[in-house]
């Protein structure tokens, strides 16, 4: 079975026709933005191997990429696929506020990443060895006759990594407070190993990505290579907005909604207190049968988290043929 494979959002409601290029991309408009898309067969990409997988990371953001230099884009969640175009228009209304909120946002935004790491961990390694605190104990450690404890073995390496993340931190501190000052944002990904310091990407103004890159250079200079910097851009807004489509089945949210008692217009505030109300009642602790009362109260607590997911505004409507028409949903990624 094929669907539409959907890249990311541009803010262009012109039909773009399809390209030349190898990817076979198209759009599909809807009022004044559309979606940039691809024929594609349905696959579960959480079940293909690795370098597969790979290939379908490359070929995604190659094509955001390109689409960047023409128009301002958002980003769609990796491996996005809808059955039809009716379907992606359908994504596309649901989501037009969050769309034209977000293009406000990152018109003439670009992101940088960069990482920064020790150039030599090693040494660094031999520097915190001689704080004091630690050759004090290796002293101690030296002057005993019955050897070295595994415990104690497990305290120095304790001292050394210690040591080690105040200086990383010290540093991670001048090149964060150095970038801050060009970036309107930044947001900090966890360093795979001891080496790395810094792992951030940052959203900017396009037109300050010179100033960007200076800072950088400076910053290369004060550590006198003993850091290595890497910077990647500019890129799409990956990082700070990137969209996810949900789709439920309506059978899912009818359930959900008779199980709350629900129906027709109803606001977050409704689906809160109904959730509260059916919770109190079964709650394991107020029934004699737990078991039961813990399957039920699970049964409230998914009605009410799939409920507040299709109810993206402060209100919805429940009624079936309204359901039917809004399955598809739209929302900004955690």
């Known amino acids: ?55 379908h990371l490359v070929r995604h953001q190659i ?119 060009i970036a309107d944002s930044q947001k900090n990904y966890d360093c795979p190993d001891d080496a790395m310091i810094v792992n951030a990407a940052f959203l900017l103004n396009r037109d300050a990505q010179q100033g960007f890159e200076i800072k950088l250079d400076e910053l290369n200079d004060s550590f006198e290579e003993r850091v290595k910097f890497r910077c ?10 990137s969209l996810e489509v949900k789709k439920m089945k309506y059978e899912d949210i009818t359930w959900a909604a008779q199980k709350l008692e629900l129906s027709g217009f109803t606001t977050k505030d409704d689906i809160k207190k109904a959730y509260k109300n059916s919770a109190f009642m079964c709650h394991p602790d107020r029934q004699p049968d737990t078991k039961k009362a813990v399957l039920e109260y699970n049964e409230i607590t998914k009605a009410y988290r799939l409920l507040s997911e299709y109810c993206e505004k402060n209100y919805c409507n429940l009624n079936e043929d309204e359901v039917i028409g809004n399955v598809i949903t739209l929302k900004l990624r955690g």
């Open 232 to 241: 990647v851009g500019p890129l799409p807004v990956y990082s700070f907005y």
């Open 63 to 181: 094509v955001i990429e390109r689409v960047m230099k023409d128009f301002n884009i958002i980003p769609m969640r990796l491996d996005t696929v809808l059955l039809s175009a009716d379907e992606v228009a359908q994504a596309l209304e649901k989501g037009k506020e969050l769309i034209k909120e977000i293009f406000s946002k990152i018109k003439n935004r670009i992101e940088m990443d960069v990482t920064a790491a020790w150039s030599d961990i090693n040494s660094v390694i031999r520097e915190v060895a001689e704080e004091e605190e630690i050759k004090t104990f290796r002293q101690a450690l030296a002057g005993k006759k019955e050897g070295i404890t595994t415990d104690e073995q497990i305290k120095m390496g304790f001292f050394i990594k210690n040591y080690l993340s105040i200086r990383k931190n010290e540093y991670a501190e001048v090149i964060l407070d150095s970038l801050k000052t």
């Open 1 to 55: 079975m094929s669907g539409k494979y959907i890249y990311g959002i541009i803010n262009s409601g012109e039909q773009i026709l399809r390209n030349n290029d190898e990817f076979g991309i198209y759009t599909i408009p809807f009022q004044d933005v559309s979606a940039v898309v691809s024929d594609s067969e349905i696959t579960d990409y959480t079940h293909i191997p690795a370098n597969m997988a790979a290939q």
